[in-house]
């Protein structure tokens, strides 16, 4: 009986489709400066707050808006956080008390509150067709 179960998940586990990908493209507008790169995250629930990316990808601006794009995302639930080095030092530079002084987004337009948003306010469907998330720079 051992051996007929063990065989029995063997083959759900075989016959289960995996999980598809397609591609997830992020749209950034509200560009004031058509100079630096924009740095983007991809993250899962697990790493949003931990600030552990999935995926990352970089970008040239050279216009109002900036699309970047990450191919092969299975289909779940994501966040985004970006920021756009526009003296293009590598980095979010932040004012004396921390606040961000270069301009900055989230997934679902996200509002920041006292600090970054939380999961629930970022969190989207990366759904079975192409998704694009609109994320307008603060």
């Given amino acids: 009986m051992n051996r007929f179960l063990t065989a029995a998940i063997a083959l759900s586990l075989a016959a289960a489709p995996a999980a598809s990908a397609e591609t997830l493209n992020i749209d950034i507008t509200n560009i004031q400066s058509a100079t630096g790169k924009v740095f983007v995250a991809l993250f899962d629930a697990n790493g949003f707050s931990a600030n552990k990316s999935l995926q990352g990808a970089v970008a040239e601006v050279s216009g109002e808006t900036v699309r970047v794009s990450f191919e092969g995302v299975a289909l779940?639930?994501?966040?985004?956080?970006?920021?756009?080095?526009?003296?293009?030092?590598?980095?979010?530079?932040?004012n004396l008390i921390g606040i961000p002084s270069e301009p900055y987004g989230f997934s679902n337009d996200a509002p920041v509150r006292m600090g970054p948003p939380s999961w629930a306010d970022a969190a989207f469907e990366h759904g079975a067709a192409s998704t694009v998330q609109t994320i307008t720079l603060n």
Avoid: A, M, Q, S
């Fill in 76 to 94: 779940g639930t994501y966040g985004i956080k970006l920021f756009h080095d526009v003296n293009g030092n590598g980095k979010l530079d932040r």
